[in-house]
């Protein structure tokens, strides 16, 4: 085992030494990858999001979204909402907070980003903890404009700006409701996670 081990690390380190020939030297490896934005980022944003069964509202401002808000949960008959957030717990109605996630309706989180390119919401440790926005059944996420950006690289930029050296403990991306297709090659959404997310966008960039 340990003279395989050797003769492997010998071949690699012999490969190190050659350079690789560039395959498409006419390319420029500072070009994006894929597609510049070609609309309003608000606009990319939310067909993304709807695509993937995101629901999406945009709010003109604070009373709006308070409106919105209390609206979607009459329509929905929750009862039971879990909200960690200071900001935004102002939101519910002392009859609707609820403190435990595991029997509640609906959990809403901030966000750190939203990245238009790919419909996706960037989370961290210091969005309500690592478990609210997977753990309840209904996900409503609530952000602004000015934490749009346009792809994944941005979005890491931002959160280093933010944060500097003291980043989150835990960072992650999540794109639309929970889905597998693992049983039978069969859809089914909310296995690991929400079965729906909302997700409202207030405007303040006037």
Not at 157 to 171: C, E, G, M
Request: charged share 20%; hydrophobic share 40%; aromatic share 10%.
């Amino acid at each position: 085992m340990g003279n395989s081990k050797s003769f492997i690390l010998q071949k690699i380190r012999a490969a190190l030494k050659t350079s690789t020939r560039r395959l498409f030297p006419e390319s420029d490896s500072k070009a994006l990858p894929f597609q510049s934005l070609q609309q309003d980022i608000v606009v990319e944003f939310a067909e993304q999001f709807t695509q993937l069964q995101g629901k999406f509202d945009f709010c003109t401002n604070g009373f709006e979204l308070a409106d919105h808000f209390e609206t979607l949960c009459s329509e929905k008959g929750w009862k039971n909402i879990f909200c960690s957030d200071e900001k935004f717990s102002v939101l519910l109605p002392d009859a609707l907070v609820h403190n435990n996630i595991a029997t509640c309706d609906a959990a809403v989180t901030g966000c750190e980003a939203l990245v238009a390119r790919t419909g996706s919401i960037m989370l961290s440790s210091q969005n309500s903890g690592r478990i609210t926005s997977v753990y309840a059944p209904v996900h409503i996420c609530i952000a602004y404009t000015s934490q749009l950006v346009y792809d994944l690289s941005e979005a890491l930029a931002f959160l280093k700006l933010k944060y500097k050296d003291q980043l989150p403990s835990f960072i992650t991306f999540a794109t639309g409701p929970s889905r597998t297709a693992d049983i039978e090659k069969t859809l089914v959404v909310g296995v690991h996670g929400p079965k729906e997310v909302y997700l409202f966008l207030v405007d303040d960039m006037k």
